[in-house]
Each structure stands twice: as C-alpha cells, then as structure tokens.
C-alpha cells in the first residue's frame, strides 16, 4: 500500500508546475543573475582598476601626502587598484555624471567622496579612504604626543603591511564571493516548504477536495504523511541536485572536493524544507495565499540573515544575536556548505548537520500532532 501510494502522490506532484518552477526554475535563474552581477570575481581573475577623479580644492602638505598615496595604489606594478585622473571640479563632475569614472574624491579641508550610485567599486573607494584617515588620524596624535618624531608625517608614506595570511584548513581559497551561492543553495532547500504546504493542503478535509477525499480512504494517516513526504523529498532533492550541478558545471562554483556531503547536505535541507512547509500548513488556519505569504517572508527573512543579500550580516548576527545562528535553519545551510568548502567534515559542519536533523525532527512532530488529532463532523 505505501509503495502505491508514493508512486500515485509523486505523479501527482510532477503534474504541479507552478511549485516546480518556485522550487527548481527560480533557484537556477537567480543563481545565473547573480554569477553575471559578480562577473570576474567568481573566476578569480583580476580586477580592472577603479576609476577615479580626485580634484584637490586646496593646496597643502597633507593633502599633498594623500594624493601621493592614491597615485601609488594607481601605479602598482601588475595590479592597480585605482585609475586615478586628477582634474578639476567641473571636469570630475561632467566624468562622474556621464559614468566615466565611479567616484570623486574632493581633498580640501576634509576628504568628501561623490558617487551616483552605490555598488563594489564605491564601496572599495570608501574602504580605502577610511583606511588612509584612520592612520592619518594615528600618526598626528603620535605627532602632538611625542616630540621626538618631527617631521615624521611628511616623511611617512602610509603603505600597509600584512604580516598574517588567510589561508584554509582544508586547502581552498578564501572567497566571500561563494557564500551567496551557498546562501542561495539555502534558500532552495528552504522552498521546499511549498511541497510540504502542498502535502498538508492535500491531507486536510476542510482544505481542499482532495484532502476530504483523503480522509475518508482506508490508510492510515501517518502512511498517508510517510508516503507524501518521501514523494516530495525525492523531487526536491532532484531539484536541488539540478541546481548543485549548474552551480557547479555551468557557473564553476566550488562547492569543495567532498561531493558526497555536499548531497548529503542537499538532502537533509530538503527535508527541513519539507517539514517546515508541514508545520506552517498544519498550524495555521489561514487560507493558502496567507500560508504562501508566510512561506515567502519567513524564507526570505531567514536567508537574508544567512547572507543571501549582504554576506557580512551572517558574521553581524553571529556576533551580537549569536542564538539566531542556531535557531535560523538557512544560517546553518550555509555555514554547513561554507565549513565544508574550507574546513571539510569537522566538527563545525557535522554540528550544523545535527542541529538542522533536530530542527526536521521537530516540525514533522509538532505537524503529526496537529494533523493526528483533527476530527471532521459527518454530514
């Protein structure tokens, strides 16, 4: 009987188009959108010099410092971070309005940045900017609080050393770029939940045809659950596998050299998915628009604090609501396709596993419960 059943319910979610393109169609398309958004950053390649127009609005020694500065990040050997045109206001403006250049630097009294827009290149403008003032700022209180450094400002050429290298644990190259795939790999798994919703819609009388159909038929209610949720893990996990490999094969991805756990990974989110749809579609009473209204924004909530906009929230909430990172199952996703692809298969990447197995374990309970003990009148 379960074998029947499974076959007929993974017919009939096959035949469900428009869960089939939120759950396998969009994934890819975002994941294509995104790999030309970041462009050469995902194949390591090198950057193409930021331009740059600084227009010096009053003359003196420091500012003469900076300019010396910008003109050396704008002449290293190989890779230059900046192509810098030193020029005058009207120039720089008429430069920056017709996208010639992405940002001005104004050096008078204080430095200003100018920028039309805000994006990666205005951003590493800003960043280098706040490095120089920092140290600025640094050596002038060196300056007032020791008197034997006279002169040392004009003398002193600001050029920053590392004395640390990143490296991995496992081997790979650092790259933040690859956390927003692996934050996208999260959202996948996350919507999942509509196959879970479609199961709880499809089991519930007072929901749907079908459903009343269902519950009059002569199974058990928990194989009836057992037999929906294998059907639709086995779509989700295909779905998921389709998008690990474009990610992969199309976009070059590196997803790490344990392929195996990688699936494994895909796997255990699909079933959080899927039980978090069944929870949501279990407990609440509201109508399916509503249900699929909370899906979205839980979904999308959840991923944009696991980096899927902005890579550094994922560290924010770690640091100051560090209970989230345990409590938000994309967070754990992500970091568990992260900790494979730099540590390998530690005790970071298990304990994601395990956690994400006790959130699946927990919905699915909390779902049974609620759907075991519903009754219907007989009319």
């Known amino acids: 009987m379960f074998w029947n059943m499974f076959a007929s319910r993974l017919k009939c979610l096959f035949r469900d188009k428009t869960v089939i393109f939120w759950t396998a169609l969009f994934p890819i398309v975002l994941a294509a959108m995104m790999y030309f958004a970041f462009g050469g950053f995902m194949e390591g390649g090198e950057m193409e010099p930021i331009p740059v127009a600084a227009v010096e609005t009053v003359v003196s020694e420091r500012n003469e410092v900076f300019l010396s500065v910008f003109r050396e990040a704008s002449q ?16 720089a403006l008429r430069l920056l309005q017709e996208r010639e250049v992405d ?35 640094m050596l002038e209180t060196l300056m007032q609080k020791t008197a ?18 990143e490296v991995s644990l496992g081997g790979a190259t650092p790259n ?14 996350l919507y999942g939940s509509f196959w879970g919703l479609r199961n709880m819609m499809d089991i519930q009388a007072n929901l749907t045809p079908l459903g009343a159909r269902r519950s009059i038929a002569p199974a058990p209610k928990w194989k009836v659950i057992l037999s929906d949720a294998a059907a639709s893990l086995v779509i989700q996990t295909i779905e998921l596998l389709a998008l690990l490999a474009f990610l992969i094969l199309a976009l070059q991805v590196d997803f790490g050299q344990q392929i195996g756990l990688v699936i494994l990974t895909c796997v255990v989110g699909s079933m959080m998915g899927i039980s978090f749809g069944s929870l949501i579609g279990a407990a609440s ?29 994922k560290d924010i909430i770690a640091r100051y609501v560090p209970v989230l990172s345990y409590v938000n199952p994309a967070a754990l996703l992500a970091d568990a396709f992260y900790s494979l692809y730099m540590f390998g298969a530690g005790s970071r990447y298990w304990m994601n596993i395990v956690v994400l197995l006790g959130i699946t374990a927990l919905f699915s309970f909390i779902s049974y419960c609620i759907v075991r003990r519903q009754r219907y009148v007989s009319l």
């Open 76 to 91: 290293e050997a190989g890779d230059p971070l900046f192509d810098l045109r030193i020029v005058e206001q009207e120039e």
């Open 103 to 137: 940002a001005i630097v104004e050096v008078g009294q204080t430095v200003t940045l100018k920028v039309l827009e805000n994006g990666l290149e205005q951003s590493i403008v800003k960043s280098f900017l706040d490095q120089y003032l920092q140290t600025q700022h």
């Open 148 to 165: 034997s450094l006279p002169g040392a400002f004009g003398e002193m050429n600001f050029v920053s050393q590392s004395f640390t290298k």
């Open 176 to 189: 933040l770029t690859l956390s927003y795939f692996y934050a996208l790999m999260a959202m996948a798994c």
């Open 285 to 313: 009473r509201q109508s399916e628009g509503v249900k699929i209204g909370m899906l979205i924004g839980i979904s999308m909530t959840c991923t944009f604090l696991a980096g899927l906009m902005f890579v550094n929230m």
